[in-house]
């Protein structure tokens, strides 16, 4: 099963004011396992950067200058991508801004059920429990030092270690497989059981006698009726 995982990086929060993609990044899984093959790519947003956005992504409008714009990339960007389902961390934030420069550029927009919501997923699972990339990652052990700053195609990699872990980890199944630590998984050692007796539960005759004699005090019982 295909699926990919994708980041963007913008110049803002909302398409609606005029803010565009500068970054995407993309990792292909298979069966929820990344396989290598990503796609990367800066984009000039043809406008400034505003400071907020640089201080969270450090991509500088002097840096983006010489990137090929949205409608350059468009195709190799869909052709990576395909109708395979997209993975991504608040996925209306990406998908919103990925629809808005697909429609500027003539092209058909994504379903939004194509996507499927990390965070949603967290939040799902560890309810009142942050949800952010960073919280995932320090619930699973992911080593995410290397984040210092926003990066499309160093998230979307995070990102498909933690939604691994949010599928059920990397030991998913029942089958005997090598331990992602390192170390085989011992077998299950047979257990030897000891067949006991059947214990009687016939009645004494004293407990049918007892028996009989409290029949007979009961008041027109149902079974003579």
Known sequence: MREIVLDTETTGLSPGDGHRIVEIGCVELFNHVPTGNTYHQYINPDR?????????HGLSEGFLSDKPIFSEIVGDFLEFVGDTKLIIHNASFDMGFINAELKAAGFASIPMNQAVDTVRMARDKFPG???????????????????TKHGALLDAELLAEVYLELMGGRQRGFG???????????????????????????????ELAAHREFLKRLTEPVWNS
Do not use: K, W, Y
Request: proline residues 10%; charged residues 25%; aromatic residues 4%.
């Open 176 to 206: 005997l497989t090598d331990d992602p630590a390192g170390g085989p998984v011992q077998a299950a050692v047979p257990v030897e059981r000891i067949a006991r007796p059947a214990r009687p539960h016939e009645a004494s005759e004293e």
């Open 129 to 147: 429990a942050q949800a952010s990339l960073d919280a995932l990652c320090r619930r699973f052990n992911i080593d995410n030092t290397a984040r």
């Open 48 to 56: 400034d950067m505003p400071t907020e956005a640089f201080q969270v």
